[in-house]
């Protein structure tokens, strides 16, 4: 078992940023992608970022905003947000893969998931 937590949630004025931290511990391994997804309320849990040994993907609408790594020496992956608008408020989760294969991109793929973190960002 994989377990995840997420840190670093707040409420930031638009323009802000923020960095989401995600600690894993149990029975972790680097090989699986990590990801960021975010849900706002009265909608559905969206695609945010991934990180795989060798690559990120992103949401088209935080590419150049947003920037995802991770530190394997720690079990930890990170989300770091600058230019906050106010449609970025959601919950953020942090989630790993147990596998290879799905896209990074559906939720339906991943295998472990933290609480959430709330981010706020105030017009």
């Known amino acids: 078992q994989v377990q995840l937590e997420e840190s670093g949630g707040g409420l930031v004025q638009a323009g802000g940023s923020l960095r989401l931290s995600c600690a894993a511990s149990g029975h972790t391994d680097s090989t699986y992608a990590m990801g960021w997804f975010r849900q706002a309320p009265g909608k559905e849990r969206d695609f945010v970022a991934a990180i795989t040994t060798t690559n990120t993907y992103y949401q088209h609408s935080v590419k150049g905003r947003f920037t995802i790594s991770r530190d394997n020496t720690k079990n930890a992956v990170y989300l770091q947000m600058n230019s906050l608008k106010p449609e970025d408020t959601a919950v953020y989760y942090c989630?790993?893969?147990?596998?290879?294969?799905?896209?990074?991109?559906?939720?339906?793929?991943?295998?472990?998931w933290g609480q959430g973190t709330q981010v706020t960002v105030s017009s």
């Open positions: 989630a790993k893969k147990a596998y290879l294969s799905g896209s990074y991109y559906s939720d339906k793929n991943y295998n472990y």
